[in-house]
């Protein structure tokens, strides 16, 4: 990354803040699910029942940084073996596209998500963690889905 994107992204961290939100649910879980850019159907979900059959729900919204910290927390946790993916991805840098990419192709020797169209598909992960998350995670494809009642469903087909 160069100096000009590095000012750009501080630059929009001051003027366009996002707060991480992340919410936990029930430990004994083996569910998370990211709403990718959904904020509002991450805090249905939150706020819902539903929280009782999940373990963690948090959103994702860049193909990069926010990769890396969603891979290395799903991993640092054992019991977590399924992302339920859904929520609209956020447009121009796709990060739940990515994250399908990460998954399926793993990196190049650049840190480079192999098949990513996004921007700056570039992770810091190590290839033991993109490994560990390749073989520790499934991932259901829900991109898209933004009903809560249809993502309780597939949660309860999970169980």
Known sequence: MN???EI??????ILLPIEDRVYFGNSESNVS??????????DEIANSSLMSKINVAGRLLSENKGIDMLVRHVTSNAKIRVIVLCGKDTTGHRPGYSLLCLHKNGTDKNGRIIGSQSPDPVVSLT???V???QNQIKIIDRIGETDISNL????????
């Open 8 to 13: 750009a992204g501080e630059l929009c961290k």
């Open 131 to 133: 490994s560990r998350f």
């Open 127 to 129: 290839n033991s963690e």
């Open 152 to 159: 309780k469903t597939t949660i309860i087909k999970i169980q």
């Open 3 to 5: 100096l000009v994107e």
């Open 33 to 42: 699910v990211c709403t990718l850019s959904s904020m509002n159907l991450l």
